[in-house]
């Protein structure tokens, strides 16, 4: 198993950028394919982009494309979200997910492992 702590959210002005991090517990965390999914007020919960074990591959939703990249540190079992030209409807709560299996999933079901999400606010 592995639990996941998200860290970095805040209050940042439209056209500005933050940096969310996933720290993940447990010793097999190449192992996870991880995943950073969120929330708005009244909205179904959304796929914002994952990366695979090794970190050489990213997806990204088309909401985000060129704005938001994933990476990851293995060595310190931590992912990342970087978003820049950020906008208001990126407001939401943003979860980290993870799955033990490399297989390519964009539907939040098939991630086992959520962090307890924190807030991004963009005010225009």
């Known amino acids: 198993q592995v639990q996941l702590v998200e860290s970095g959210g805040g209050l940042v002005q439209a056209g500005g950028s933050l940096r969310l991090s996933c720290a993940a517990s447990g010793r097999t965390f190449s192992s996870y394919a991880m995943a950073w999914f969120r929330q708005a007020p009244g909205k179904e919960r959304e796929f914002v982009g994952r990366i695979s074990w090794s970190g050489g591959a990213a997806y990204y939703a088309d909401s985000v494309k060129g704005r938001f990249t994933i990476s990851r540190d293995n060595a310190k079992n931590t992912v990342y979200l970087q978003m820049d030209s950020l906008k208001p409807e990126d407001t939401a709560v943003y979860y980290c997910?993870?799955?033990?299996?490399?297989?390519?999933?964009?539907?939040?079901?098939?991630?086992?492992?959520w962090g307890q999400g924190t807030q991004v606010t963009v005010s225009s």
């Open positions: 997910a993870a799955r033990n299996t490399d297989v390519f999933a964009t539907r939040d079901r098939a991630y086992a492992y």
